[in-house]
T-cell receptor
Framework: GIQVEQSPPDLILQEGANSTLRCNFS?????LQWFHQNPWGQLINLFY???GTKQNGRLSATTVATERYSLLYISSSQTTDSGVYFC????????????FGTGTRLLVSP | GAGVSQSPSNKVTEKGKDVELRCDPI?????LYWYRQSLGQGLEFLIYFQGNSAPDKSGLPSDRFSAERTGGSVSTLTIQRTQQEDSAVYLCASSDVVYSAYNEQFFGPGTRLTVL
């Protein structure tokens, strides 16, 4: 099956710093989502981005489908950005399961 | 509208007991998914429903696990004769997809299951 790798596994930042999280996947995909798992375990949708670039406030994401990777950019990080960031991909169109990466654990200190 | 809801939020049970976990998807969403998050295995797919049918049960770890969905809405995941390795957070997701390429999945808060 498809493999999803995320890097770095852990990241510690000072408040205000910028960061880039990477997601590599082993095969072509029709679905790619980025999630933030907050300290209470809730998965929050950040981006649905099987290709192209999107921005939402301080966050932006780019997926280069032909090269099988996606990047999540966090600018001017805040302590509330702390948590685990997951990339998940799906190969099919329509109904499909997501395959998750192992996540990047981010800690933003004041 | 309301998001995906799950109940109970926490469940502690004794080894060998049966448990039922409930998921209420976002109203109108045709697809419903169950995933499991455990320390050793990360986030893994269990089963999905297309309406009330389950075309893909490939992720169910054993025949002690079953799920059903009624009325194209609520789903129940049942684990029989629970084992300690079943301890995990069980997550439900739903999506609004009708044979199109778009399939953004939205997750509920999860049920944390602890088997003693």
């Amino acid at each position: 099956g498809i493999q999803v790798e995320q890097s770095p596994p852990d990241l510690i930042l000072q408040e205000g710093a910028n960061s880039t999280l990477r997601c590599n996947f082993s095969d072509s995909v029709n679905n790619l989502q980025w999630f933030h798992q907050n300290p209470w375990g809730q998965l929050i949708n950040l981006f649905y981005i099987p290709s192209g670039t999107k921005q939402n406030g301080r966050l932006s994401a780019t997926t280069v489908a032909t090269e099988r990777y996606s990047l999540l950019y966090i600018s001017s990080s805040q302590t509330t950005d702390s948590g685990v960031y997951f990339c998940a991909v799906g190969r099919n169109t329509g109904f499909q399961k997501l395959v998750f990466g192992t996540g990047t654990r981010l800690l933003v200190s004041p | 509208g309301a998001g995906v809801s799950q109940s109970p939020s926490n469940k502690v049970t004794e080894k060998g007991k049966d448990v039922e976990l409930r998921c209420d998807p976002i109203s109108g969403h045709t697809a419903l998914y169950w995933y499991r998050q455990s320390l050793g295995q990360g986030l893994e797919f269990l089963i999905y429903f297309q309406g009330n049918s389950a075309p893909d049960k490939s992720g169910l770890p054993s025949d002690r696990f079953s799920a059903e969905r009624t009325g194209g809405s609520v789903s129940t995941l049942t684990i029989q004769r629970t084992q300690q390795e079943d301890s995990a957070v069980y997550l439900c997701a739903s999506s609004d997809v009708v044979y199109s390429a778009y399939n953004e999945q939205f997750f509920g808060p999860g049920t944390r299951l602890t088997v003693l």
